[in-house]
Structure formats: structure tokens, C-alpha cells
Nanobody, 128 residues
Framework: QVEVVESGGGLVQAGGSLRLSCAAS????????MGWFRQAPGNEREFVAA????????HYADSMKGRFSISSDNAKSTVFLQMNSLKPEDTAVYYC????????????WGIGGYYDYWGQGTQVTVSS
């Protein structure tokens, strides 16, 4: 069983930045695709970004390109989501997910069903 744990959420003013962290541990494999999703109250879950933690490939939702950046620290088995120029509409619970499937069809990384393991989420609140 793989455990996924997010951290780094909080309250920030509009225009500010936050960096979320996600660590995956356990399981028998070491290579994962890690994805970030978010869900605001009353909204459906939305894909943000994903990364092949060891291969380095990345995939972003079009609306997230430019302000959000995903990266990984393989020594710590951790991925990061750097969020800049935050807006009140970025307010949501941000979830990290892991998949042991490494598909070359990067578009699939944006689908929630691609992932096997999910964290509990971390709240990000952007005040205006």
C-alpha cells in the first residue's frame, strides 16, 4: 500500500505564492507518476499538473500553465507544486495522487482514474 501525504497549504493573499509538497512512500515500486488535482466547494475535481517522478516528464492543465510549476526531488521521493500569482479562484483543497503506471500517453495523467493512491488533501485559501 502506498501512502501519499500532502503538505504546504495555507492562507495567502492574492498575488502571493505557495509551494505544496507531496511524498509517496510504501509499495513495492519506486517509480510513479504523481499528479495534483484540486476541488473547490461545489465544483468538480480539477486536474492541475502531473510529473513522472523519475523520468521527468510533465503535464499541465492548460489553465495552469505559466503560474503553476511541478517538480520533483527524487532523493526525498517528493514532488512539489509551486503556485505563483495566486488568485481567489485558486482557493480549493489540493490533492496529490500517485500511479505506478507509467504511460507514454501523457494526456492520461490528467484523468483522476489514472491514479491508484490519493492523499487526504491540503487546503489552500487565497484572500482578495
Amino acid at each position: 500500500q502506498v501512502e501519499v501525504v500532502e503538505s504546504g497549504g495555507g492562507l495567502v493573499q492574492a498575488g502571493g505564492s505557495l509551494r505544496l509538497s507531496c511524498a509517496a512512500s510504501g509499495g513495492t515500486g519506486s517509480r510513479y507518476v504523481m499528479g495534483w488535482f484540486r476541488q473547490a466547494p461545489g465544483n468538480e475535481r480539477e486536474f492541475v499538473a502531473a510529473i513522472d517522478k523519475d523520468g521527468g516528464g510533465t503535464h499541465y492543465a492548460d489553465s495552469m500553465k505559466g503560474r503553476f510549476s511541478i517538480s520533483s526531488d527524487n532523493a526525498k521521493s517528493t514532488v512539489f507544486l509551486q503556485m505563483n500569482s495566486l488568485k481567489p479562484e485558486d482557493t480549493a483543497v489540493y490533492y496529490c495522487a500517485a500511479s505506478s503506471k507509467i504511460s507514454s500517453r501523457i494526456w492520461a495523467w490528467g484523468i483522476g482514474g489514472y491514479y491508484d493512491y490519493w492523499g487526504q488533501g491540503t487546503q489552500v485559501t487565497v484572500s482578495s
